[in-house]
């Protein structure tokens, strides 16, 4: 059986809590090779660096109601 929920798509950004006005910050597309991968970051105007192991902006999905809006049955024909 499958189920379907309505879900809201949140952009989730990565930004400087070392600056005023905590600017987004910018992909330096550095990664490093460890085990999970880390993706640096760098602030624009402090130039403050971070590793994460995530990417940014991403598309994270939060659902809107737990109430299925369908229900499919899968199986075969008789």
């Known amino acids: 059986m499958k189920k379907e929920t309505k879900v809201e798509a949140i952009q989730v ?3 400087c809590d070392k600056c ?4 987004e910050l910018i992909s330096a597309n550095i990664q490093l090779t460890s085990n999970p ?3 640096l970051y760098k602030c624009p105007k402090c130039l403050h660096e971070t590793f994460t192991p995530l990417h940014y902006p ?11 809006i369908t229900e499919k049955k899968g199986g075969k024909k008789k």
């Open 37 to 39: 991968p880390q993706h």
């Open 20 to 23: 005023p006005g905590e600017p």
């Open 58 to 68: 991403h598309i994270k999905y939060q659902k809107i109601n737990h109430a299925p």
């Open 13 to 15: 950004s990565l930004h």
